[in-house]
T-cell receptor, first 109, second 112 residues
Framework: AQRVTQPEKLLSVFKGAPVELKCNYS??????LFWYVQYSRQRLQLLLR??SRESIKGFTADLNKGETSFHLKKPFAQEEDSAMYYC???????????FGTGTRLTVIP | DAGVIQSPRHEVTEMGQEVTLRCKPI?????LFWYRQTMMRGLELLIY????????DSGMPEDRFSAKMPNASFSTLKIQPSEPRDSAVYFC??????????FGPGTRLTVL
C-alpha cells in the first residue's frame, strides 16, 4: 500500500524567509511525486512534479528516495504563496493520485 | 475550455435526504476521479473511472455512496441517505493517460 504524510497541518513564515513544506511517502515501487496547490477561491492545481525537475514560482522539490521524501522549498516566501499545499503520489503504471492531508501555508507580511 | 465543471457549487441538505453531485470532465479525457476533502483527512480518492468504467471504488465510504458514468462527458456521485458526517468538499477531476490531473471547482456539501 502507499501512503503520503504531511506532518504539518499549518505553517506560518514571515515574508522573505525560507519555507519548507515536508512530505514523506511510503511505497515499495517507483512512485511519481507531485505538489498541488490551492489558492483561496481557486481550483486545486498542479504546482510541480518530480520528473520535470523544474522550478515553479520559485519552488523546488527534490525526490530523496533514501529518505522517501519530497519536500517543497522556496528560499524567500512571498505573501502570494499563502495557500493550501498537497503532496501527492502516483504509483507506477497507475493514473490515480494519493494525497497527503495538506499543509496550509501562511506568509506573514 | 471551461475545464472540469461541477454542479452544484454549494449544497445544503438535511440528514436523510438524497444528494446528487454532477461532473463534466474535460473533453477527450478518459479518466475521471471523485475526491472528498475534509480538514481531518485531507483529499481522499473515492472512486475513479477509465473510459466510463469504474476501476477502483475502494475509497467509497459505504453503501450510501454510489457513482456512475453513463457516458464520457458526465458523471454523478450520489449519497443516499445523507448524514452530517458527509459534509465536505467533493472534487471531480479528469485526465488523459499520462497527463496531469485537472480538478473541478468542487461542491461544498453541508448536511444538517
Amino acid at each position: 500500500a502507499q501512503r503520503v504524510t504531511q506532518p504539518e497541518k499549518l505553517l506560518s513564515v514571515f515574508k522573505g524567509a525560507p519555507v519548507e513544506l515536508k512530505c514523506n511517502y511510503s511505497y515499495s515501487g517507483s512512485p511519481e511525486l507531485f505538489w498541488y496547490v490551492q489558492y483561496s477561491r481557486q481550483r486545486l492545481q498542479l504546482l510541480l512534479r518530480h520528473i520535470s525537475r523544474e522550478s515553479i514560482k520559485g519552488f523546488t522539490a527534490d525526490l530523496n528516495k533514501g529518505e522517501t521524501s519530497f519536500h517543497l522549498k522556496k528560499p524567500f516566501a512571498q505573501e502570494e504563496d499563502s495557500a493550501m499545499y498537497y503532496c501527492a503520489l502516483k504509483r507506477a503504471g497507475a493514473n490515480n493520485l494519493f494525497f497527503g492531508t495538506g499543509t496550509r501555508l501562511t506568509v506573514i507580511p | 475550455d471551461a475545464g472540469v465543471i461541477q454542479s452544484p457549487r454549494h449544497e445544503v441538505t438535511e440528514m436523510g435526504q438524497e444528494v446528487t453531485l454532477r461532473c463534466k470532465p474535460i473533453s477527450g479525457h478518459d479518466y475521471l476521479f471523485w475526491y472528498r476533502q475534509t480538514m481531518m483527512r485531507g483529499l481522499e480518492l473515492l472512486i475513479y473511472f477509465n473510459n466510463n468504467v469504474p476501476i477502483d471504488d475502494s475509497g467509497m465510504p459505504e453503501d450510501r455512496f454510489s457513482a456512475k458514468m453513463p457516458n464520457a462527458s458526465f458523471s454523478t456521485l450520489k449519497i443516499q441517505p445523507s448524514e452530517p458526517r458527509d459534509s465536505a468538499v467533493y472534487f471531480c477531476a479528469s485526465s488523459s493517460t499520462g497527463s496531469k490531473v485537472f480538478f473541478g471547482p468542487g461542491t461544498r456539501l453541508t448536511v444538517l
